[in-house]
């Protein structure tokens, strides 16, 4: 199976969204404040990681990017 490196990058803006939902709905039920401030900031970083993925993919030219097993993928 071939893979394109725009669909892994759009695999990791995936990852991404999901991740930085998964720290700001839990920040949402976390009493403690530092621990809700750093899940929240988590969360940040996670759409800050998305920012990059996307103007990465942006910029994507259409190599192909194999996998080194059958099934990774």
């Given amino acids: ?3 394109k490196d725009n669909e892994v990058v759009e695999i990791a803006i995936n990852l ?3 991740g930085a939902r ?11 404040r530092k621990l809700k ?3 929240k900031q ?3 970083e996670e ?8 103007d990465l ?7 192909d990017v ?3 097993f059958e099934g990774e993928f």
Wanted: net charge positive; with cysteine; proline share 0%.
């Fill in 47 to 54: 759409l800050n990681h998305r920012r990059i993925f996307n």
């Fill in 37 to 39: 401030e750093l899940l």
């Fill in 22 to 32: 998964f720290f700001t709905e839990l920040a949402k039920r976390v009493k403690d």
């Fill in 1 to 3: 199976m071939k893979i």
């Fill in 16 to 18: 991404e969204d999901y």
């Fill in 57 to 63: 993919l942006l910029s994507c030219k259409s190599l």
């Fill in 66 to 68: 194999r996998e080194a």
């Fill in 42 to 44: 988590s969360a940040e």
